[in-house]
């Protein structure tokens, strides 16, 4: 049987700059029609010059796919609605992080002050660009997200025309978060989909599973799973897929990411048959993201798996990948472009 998925969208992707750029552009822009693309570079995509000649090195370094990167600012409680409205044509969000929460955070938030937030956020929701938020507090790191939820809802209730997006969800309690408020969405990562914090620690430590944030409990990721196997509409998969070179990760104080872009759809197409819910991946890759997106512009790709296995490479250059040397049972064998960028 194949499975057929149109526009697939990475809703919340690293992809760096300069040779890390060229390494993994080309492997999201192959079987992603988009992304949005994360502002964490150092110094951190500010300004509408830094933005714009940030997409250029992109599309570069895709070449010739049909591939979007959908731009995004590093939050500053500064930007002013002028501001905003003479980049909104090139901005598709803007990503929240709390001061030194994760890497290349170190210029984000040092308190969530609702007077202080007030005239950007409320800019942002009449120009209808969503805030994404990377939503864990520093507190003790298993209870990080799970005690950011009242920031999201202090920031939903307050703002209830802003959509939020509740990045890289990996908690019960933003599964529930979800529900409570009509401005509040999510993205799910693929590796917070398949492990938990056992896989991370629980025997031999492995360096290529740790990221912030860090994954949780099985009932954290059953809660997960329900609602991206059911397709449900509030939520968008978005990898974060984050790459380091080797060394970074294999080292003491390893650098928090999982890069799992190349083989994201080959494992989500493999989860979702297991479950008997292929036909709710579509959603979950594309149609809910579009929507929640304000229906961005796509290109069309249409990109073909079957039932075939498919060794993960050792390494994409310098970055090892999720699950190296494993084999999948789902492989792409077909990818083909509809129409321009
Ligand atoms: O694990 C992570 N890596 N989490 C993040 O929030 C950032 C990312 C990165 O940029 O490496
Ligand atoms: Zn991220």
């Known amino acids: 049987m194949s ?6 969208l ?38 509408k010059e830094a ?43 803007i990503k929240l992080y709390p001061a030194g929460i994760t890497t290349n955070s170190e210029g984000g938030l040092s308190g969530f002050d609702v007077e202080e937030l007030r005239p950007t956020l ?6 209808n660009i969503p805030l994404c938020i990377h939503g864990e507090t520093n507190g003790f790191v298993m209870d990080r997200e ?43 990562t693929l590796h917070h989909l398949l492990i938990t914090l056992d896989d991370v620690a629980g025997g031999m430590l492995q360096p290529h599973l740790f990221c912030k944030p860090i994954a949780k409990r099985p009932e954290d990721r059953e809660a997960l799973r329900k609602v991206a196997l059911e397709g449900n509409p509030k939520v968008m998969f978005g990898s974060d897929s984050a790459p380091h070179p080797q060394h970074a990760k294999e080292s003491c104080g390893c650098a928090a990411g999982v ?24 959603a979950f890759v594309s149609d ?8 961005i512009k796509v290109p069309t790709k249409r990109v073909t798996l ?10 994409y250059d310098n970055v090892v990948p999720i699950f190296a040397t494993k084999t999948i049972n789902y492989n792409i064998i077909k990818i083909e472009k509809i129409g321009d960028r």
């Not at 409320?122 to 120009?127: G, Q, V, Y």
């Not at 079957?306 to 390494?315: G, L, M, N, Q, R």
């Open 3 to 8: 499975i057929i998925l149109t526009s697939p």
């Open 146 to 188: 799970a005690e950011f939820v009242s920031i999201y809802e202090m920031l939903a209730t307050n703002f209830p025309k802003l959509k939020i997006i509740m990045e890289h969800i990996t908690t019960k309690e933003s599964v529930e978060a979800l529900d409570r408020f009509e401005n509040l969405y999510a993205t799910i």
């Open 306 to 315: 079957e039932k075939e296995p498919f060794i993960v490479p050792t390494k």
């Open 288 to 295: 809910n993201a579009r929507r929640i997106y304000n229906h």
């Open 10 to 47: 990475d809703m919340h992707l690293h992809l760096r700059d300069e040779e890390m750029l060229s390494t993994v552009a080309p492997l999201s822009a192959k079987s992603f029609s988009g992304a949005i693309i994360m502002p964490n570079l150092v110094p951190p995509i500010s300004t």
């Open 259 to 282: 890069f799992t872009a190349p083989i994201a759809l080959q494992l989500l197409t493999e989860l979702f048959v297991e479950h008997s819910t292929v036909e709710k991946l579509q």
């Open 51 to 93: 933005l714009l000649s940030y997409k250029e090195r992109i599309l570069k370094a895709c070449g010739k796919e049909n591939f979007t990167p959908y731009m995004t600012l590093f939050f500053k409680p500064t930007y002013t609605k002028e501001f905003l409205e003479s980049i909104k044509d090139d901005l598709v969000a």
């Open 122 to 127: 409320t800019a942002m929701s009449e120009l």
